[in-house]
């Protein structure tokens, strides 16, 4: 685990130079990008970096042809490779967005990081909480851009909200955080059919990477994240975002303990992600912050609540909505103007070009990853757990 001396180093490399940037960009130049992890939503974000026409997609990879024969498609010219080490050899790409599943971002962005490549990386950052610290290593070794995938860092109405209603005081002294995210549907897509047998042009191996050897089973593949193996459930994949909401509105980041409890108590397919979950963080400035889910058919919804002796404000990707605690007062309700994974990406854009730290700065990402995960383990050991956010250890009972 990362000290508090080297902790304090990597906030303090905020002026960080283009020294070891592999190429210097002239102002109208193209990014020229490579993608690691052609799945719906890798292709979907490489086509987010089309829209803003600064980017030319050079390289895409892929453990399934198929999908890498698909996102060509989408990218005409581009090279194809089934190994993610030999994509990180083309002198020609500048950064890459890894879009893969959750237990190969830590170790891709390393890769990419030390191959001289700026990052893209979706969240969560980490899938082990004991990874953070080597990645937000290899970024400041290297010097390089590592934007986490936490996209409401860049949106307009999140930022205007901190300014107005965080910063300013007009909640009050906030003391919870609530926060939900039922239903998702991304926790329980069933393989096609086609999957049943392995196709003879997906690599199972190269999928399961550093996990040990299971015999192929399309479910695990398809539906990555039930499995906690390679993704942390519902709590690394969703909470992640709301809890960098919080951190970013409190500018806090450092729970001190830890409890959860929930259970598979509908979906016995194997999973092994919990399919109902609660998760509580306490953190030491005197407030709490919550985290609420499930996959119960019917059940939807998401957002974040913060309640302060003076009102609250609630706020998701579509708007925010601050409630005075006056009776009678009004509602004031912003919504959202555009949306924020587009946001996102344009910072990376603009800090690859600057070598200013973006807005989704990989500690940043670590640090919200690393929150989530104390949720997880306190689930898996059924105990609170205490926890030294400087040393970033977890304490002994």
Known sequence: MMNSTRRGLFRAAMGF???????????????????????????????????TDQVNVRAVCDVFADRIDRAITRAPGAR???DHRKLLEQKDVDAVLIATPDHWHGGTAIDAMNAGKDVYVEKPLTLRI??????????????????????????????????EYIKSGKLGKITMARTWWHGN???????????????????WARFLGPVKWRDWDPQQF????????????????????????????MDQDNPT????????????????????????LEYPAEWTATFEAT?????????????????KLFITRGRFEFQSKERGAPPVVVQSPRDQTIEHVQNFLDCVRSRKLPNGDVYIGHRSAQASHLGNIAYLQKRRLKFDPDREEILPL
């Open 185 to 203: 549907g991304a926790h329980l897509q069933k393989a096609p059919a086609a999957l049943a047998t392995q196709p003879s042009n997906l690599d």
């Open 17 to 51: 130079t283009a020294a070891s940037y592999s190429r210097i960009l002239g102002a109208n130049e193209k990014i020229n990008l490579g993608l690691i992890g052609a799945g719906g939503r890798g292709t979907g974000v490489m086509g987010t970096f089309q829209k």
């Open 80 to 82: 194809g490779f089934n």
């Open 295 to 311: 996959l119960a058919p019917g059940i939807t919804g998401a957002g974040v609540e913060m309640c302060g002796t003076e009102g």
């Open 130 to 163: 004991e990874e953070g610290p080597e990645i937000v290593k290899a970024a400041r070794v290297n010097n390089r851009i590592c934007q986490v995938g936490m996209q409401q860092r860049s949106g307009t109405h999140y930022l205007q909200a901190r300014e």
């Open 222 to 249: 398809w539906n990555f994240r039930a499995y906690l193996d390679f993704g942390g459930g519902q709590v690394t994949d969703l909470f992640t975002h709301w809890i960098d909401v919080v951190h970013m509105f």
């Open 257 to 280: 303990a830890a409890v959860a409890s929930g259970g598979v108590y509908h979906y016995k397919d194997g999973r092994t992600a919990p399919d109902t979950i609660n998760v509580l």
